[in-house]
Structure formats: C-alpha cells, structure tokens
C-alpha cells in the first residue's frame, strides 16, 4: 500500500465551514450546562460538573478571525527561459537570450498587532523576491521580511499600517484532545475560508522541516487545510490563536483526512525572538535523546514504556553541568509531562538560554530531580547576535568548546570540537562529528563565538584553512571556499 506523504500546506489553504458532521454530533452530545447523576438521597438528578462541550456555534469565532488572516502573495525567481523571438527580432548577441521565470505564489498570514506584524511559515516566502498582503478588506500592502525561522518553519513580516485586526496568543499547553478548532486561510485563493474540526493529537512528528535543528511538535486536527492555509490561523471557538496551519497529510497534494499547526507557544517565542533579536535565541539542553521503543526497551532492558532516553549527555553541557547523565530517563521538562521526543522538543523550544527549568529523570527506578540552566548552541547563556548566527550557520556545523578531558587528550589549551558538522560547507569538506578545530585561517580557536567572529570578517568565495584533530588523534587539514 502507499504510504501518505506529508507536504507542507503552500499556497493558499483556507477553511470551508466544515460543520457537516455537527446535526449528528448535536444528537448524541451531552446536554449543554452541567452534567447530572442520579441521586438516591433526594431521588431525583442533581448537577455533578460542567459540560466538557456546551457551544457548536462558532460565528462569532470566524468572524472575528477572518479579518486577522490575510493572504500572502509572492514573486519567487526561478532558473531561466530562453526567449527565441529576442535573436530572430535584434540579432544574435544583442538582448540577453536568458530571461529569469517569475513564479507567483500564495498562502497565508496572521495579524498578532494592531501595528502590522504578521506571522506567517517560512515555506511560504522562501526565496521570495516580492511579498505582498491583502487584508479581508481587499487592502493590499508591500510587505517587509523581519526575519526568518527555518527550523520551525516561521516566519515574521510587516505592513505599515494601524489599527489593524490581530488574533490573541492563546497557551497551547491547555488545548486538549478532541477540543473544537477552526482553520482560516486561503486555499486555492479562495480568500477568507474557515472549516472547523477537533484536536486529533498533540507534540505530533512527521520529519517535515528539513533542518538538523527542527521543532517538531504539531497540533494535529481534521480540519479541513489545503496548499493556500499554509501560515493561517488554527483558533480555539474563543477566537485566540492555538496554531499556525503548516502541513497536511496526503497521498495526492490535497487534504486526506490530517492536518498540523506549530502550537502557539513555539509561536510566540519565535516572533519575539524575531522581532528584537533578528534572531531566534534557541536553548540547548545538552544531550542525545530517543524514544523508548519496544526494540530500545528490550535491547537495554529498560522497564519504562514512556519517556525521553538520554542516550549521551554533551560534557560541559547544561544537562552535564546539572548532574544529568547517559542513560537517565527524562519524564518530565518545565512542569510538562514528558512522554516522546517531540514533547521535549516543544518545551525546550519555548525557552531561551539562561533559562532555568526542573528537569525529572528516572535513574535506576528512581525519580531524580535536576535544576538546569539552558544554554546557546555555543554552550553559553549569552544572547546571540544575528552576525554570528549567519556565520556559523554558512557552516551548518554545530560546536562546543572543549572539555578538560579533550585538552589533556590532545595536549591542547584551546580549540573546538564540532558536535554536528550538519549539512553545510562543513559537511561537504569531509569534516567529520568530533573533529577538534585547533585553528581558522591560522587563527587560534577556543570558542564558537571566535568562529563566527573569523567568519564575519570573510565574503562569498573566501578562503577557509581549518586545522585540527580526528577523533582518532590524527592531524588533519580541510580547506574550501564559502
């Protein structure tokens, strides 16, 4: 059989009231007010506490959200076309022959302020020469990019305009399971459409942002979204925003039945985060983590069925530096129950460095709990500065500084070790993970902000010299250009 594929929603998902199901559901739901028992004392039903659902009128919801969404148009440049008609009309060499191919775009925003910040997936202006807005009121505005989240697949723009409509934060930690929701976007550029579903699951994975740093804990619902939703709103029936419409599962590029938002609280981090840093601060617990398979359980001999299993702990790390080891179980983040990766993911992506967070491990069938300080991706609590963040990421490695026990192994007073030489100039150079960085550009080394200072002080097909160590202690040499 096939499998679903997951696609992101691009251009121009939207809502269509999707309430079909709702005459069958009015037959068979709990009566609105509170529930009631039997009572032999009094011999009659008394009130025993709230309805778990008492509305299935969501208009008031819709209205309100249909003019906090906007739809997002965009010019993106794709490759060349040759124009024949350019030589047969000026002669061979006198217009150029290849001529970029604009291809326009679509999907979906939502207002967060009165002032004109947007926020929107990055999938949909990836690349985007042009991006333009329009408002419900058919109001369109040219659109500034702040800033830009790939391992999230967020997005922040602005308009220049006041008073405008915007949809309220709402905590996505208190969404529950089967809690009505509805989806307003624009699919197909069918502008201003809502469909209404339930909350299908929570801190859902589907391996969908391609990005070695990725957040993945979807909202996942059936609501009907569709390519044009991508960067809409998923809003509770009190109007507040949950989630940003991202992906839908399909076999056929059109909605089959799922649908995933970025819970709102990655969210809100993320634009902050944009909108006064030009940067996401992103916070690092300092370990390898999987979930606890069957296979994992067996191959271990570990008894619990739910959890994180911290399969190394970084030397140096928050989590080392905590008290936190290899082979803990981590139950329990922030106050959040911990039962996959995904939900840790969620909860560390909601936080900054220096951040402070109780952390509950399982340690030979006993709880243990640890106070951590989450740290940068350069092992410190410093906030990063946009500068140094493209630089390290024109590398698309991830470093760490060096622990006492490196130092007296290789005889060295500085350098870094590459965590993850990710996918970048790094990888392609045949740097391996583990690689001791001595020197850059014949530059001594000791931190990952000394990488990026190097790295800002260099342009497009510059020289890069690293030198260093292999894992296995041998010297090595690796040069490319950027």
Known sequence: MTQPKVFAAFAGVALAAG????????????????????????????ADRPALVTSTDFSAAAETAVHAVVHVKTAVEQGYTFNPFNEFFFGFGQTPQMQPRIVQGSGSGVIISPDGYIVTNNHVI???????VSLNSNKEYVAKVVGVDPTTDLAVLKIEAENLPSLAFANSDEVRLGEWVLAVGNPFNLNSTVTAGIISAKGRSINIIDNQSAI???????AVVNPGNSGGALINTRGDLIGINTAISTRTGSYEGYSFAVPANIVRKVVDDLTKYGVVQRAYLGVNI?????????ELNIKETQGVYLSDVTEGGAAAEAGIKKG?????????????????????????????????VLRDGKEKTFNVTLRNRQGNTDVLQKEDVASLTSLGATFEPLSPNDKARFGLRSGVKVIDPGNGKLAAAGVPAGFILVKLNNKLVSSSDEVAKILGELGPGDGVLIQGYRPNGRAEVFAFAL
């Open 19 to 46: 309430l079909g199901g709702a005459a069958l559901y009015d037959a068979f739901r709990t009566p609105t007010g509170p529930q009631s028992m039997w009572s032999e004392s009094t011999g009659r039903f008394v």
């Open 290 to 298: 999987a979930d606890i398979t069957p296979e994992l359980a067996k």
């Open 216 to 222: 993945e804990a979807f909202i996942q619902t059936d």
């Open 126 to 132: 990836d690349k985007a020469k042009e991006v333009k």
């Open 328 to 360: 803990d179980i981590l139950v329990q983040a922030g106050g959040k129950v911990v039962r996959k990766m995904s939900e840790l993911l969620e909860v560390i992506g909601s936080r900054r460095p220096g951040d402070k967070m109780a952390v509950v």
